[in-house]
């Protein structure tokens, strides 16, 4: 009997009628990578995978390609498939680019966002609030993308909802980390305060440069965690 790197991995499939088998067993993973349960560098071998989750290997291996193409996994040479590391070099490169992006999303909302739209993000800044009193990253992790959504919406350029979106996988992956640590929640629903109130007041400057801030903050954390380990 081989050995089996997923043996102590509480893998359990999640059942949804509306979706194909494939992106049922795709969104399993990647919850999994996302909270850790599968490490960085941990090998994805479709064989345990299939037995662990009661499939078959072909949405293994699609649900495989499509987190290769988020950056969740990364495909090794005589190794396979493994899931990716989180290294400082990806991190900078995606947080730089992510840091301006969300200044300039900030600058057009503030001259375009619309009265429903300044309502849905006032909603979006108390949901978030109250999902950091559940602890449970996952939902705190959802609040806050769909917070960010209605700014970059409200910026009103289809180019750079295209870009961002390029991006929101990787990101999705580096805010999960952030937030899992409890002592950044008072700071984050501040900060998301201020970037409300800013885009309202049409302040571009503080609302652009408490964007960036937000961003800063997240990286010096998750580098702090990266060196710890």
């Excluded at 400082?88 to 001259?111: G, I, P, Q």
């Excluded at 350029?157 to 002592?183: A, G, P, V």
Aim: hydrophobic share 40%; net charge negative.
């Amino acid at each position: 009997m081989g050995y089996d790197p997923l043996a102590n991995t509480q893998l359990q499939l999640g059942m949804d009628e509306y979706l194909p088998l494939r992106d049922v067993v795709f969104n399993t993973l990647r919850q999994a990578i996302l909270r850790g349960e599968l490490k960085p560098g941990e090998r994805l071998m479709e064989i345990h995978l299939a037995e662990k989750l009661g499939v078959s290997r072909t949405p293994i291996r699609e649900a495989i390609r499509k987190l290769e193409l988020e950056g969740l996994v990364t495909m090794i040479p005589r190794r396979g498939a493994e899931v990716a590391r989180i290294t400082e070099k990806n991190l900078r490169d995606v947080l730089e680019v992510r840091r301006e992006l969300d200044a300039f999303s900030c600058e057009l909302a503030c001259d375009r966002i619309t009265k429903q739209e300044g309502e849905e993000l006032h909603r979006a800044c108390e949901e978030f609030a109250a999902a950091t009193a559940t602890r449970d990253a996952t939902v705190i992790a959802e609040a806050d993308v769909k917070l960010h959504d209605i700014i970059v919406h409200a910026a009103g350029n289809e180019r750079l909802t295209e870009i961002l979106n390029n991006l929101s996988e990787q990101m999705y992956r580096y805010r999960f980390e952030y937030i899992k640590d409890t002592n950044n929640y008072e700071k984050l629903v501040e900060e998301h305060r201020i970037i409300y109130e800013s885009i309202l007041n049409k302040d571009k400057q503080t609302a652009a440069q408490t964007a960036r801030v937000h961003i800063d903050n997240q990286e010096r954390s998750i580098l702090n965690l990266l060196r710890s380990e």
